[in-house]
């Protein structure tokens, strides 16, 4: 899997020595992942021992992303031995890192690693009201597939959306929706 690089702008608005990168999360990072569920999450989140298994599991793909040193997002996908479609599980930006392109970064490289796994497709659920995903999600491609009605732990109702992936495809959407949310 390759990443990109996306650079933090500083204050001035020129891009500055800091970027963010992402690689795999190791048990190491369990504090900072713990952190951002807890920043991101009001309800549904992953418990630690969760997130430790998680990480642990071959059938799992936790990445991190990270700005400078620090853990500042992650993404989280699920795969059956016996399916083609990824489930996008989680995927969380801590709020002082939002809009920097961390999200799309994060959905980039899940998107790239359902790929090396040789899936056709990454589904995913997201919160009816949370726009900002929503918008997300749409400008990478991915189209609602469904609805679930009382599906999350507050009744909030989820929409599902599912995005084919095509390994050349795949890089090339993620760089047009960070193209766009620039």
Known sequence: MSFQT??????????SARSV????ASRADLPALERIEAESFSG??????????????????????QLG????????????????VGRLYSLA????????????????????DAVSRRQSAVRLEVRADNAAAI???DRAGYRISGRRTNYYQDGETALLFRK???????AASVARAAAAAR
């Open 93 to 112: 930006v801590e709020p002082r890192a939002r809009g920097l392109g961390v999200a799309v970064k994060l959905l980039g490289a899940a998107e790239e």
């Open 21 to 24: 990168t992402v690689r795999r």
């Open 135 to 137: 918008a997300l999600y």
């Open 69 to 84: 040193a620090e853990v500042v997002g992650s993404v989280i996908v699920l795969y059956r031995r016996t399916a083609s």
């Open 164 to 170: 084919t992936l095509a390994p050349q495809k795949a």
């Open 6 to 15: 996306i650079r933090r702008p500083s204050a001035s608005g020129s891009q």
């Open 44 to 65: 549904d989140r992953l418990s630690p021992r969760s997130l430790r298994t998680l990480i642990a599991r071959p059938s799992a793909s936790v990445l991190v992303a």
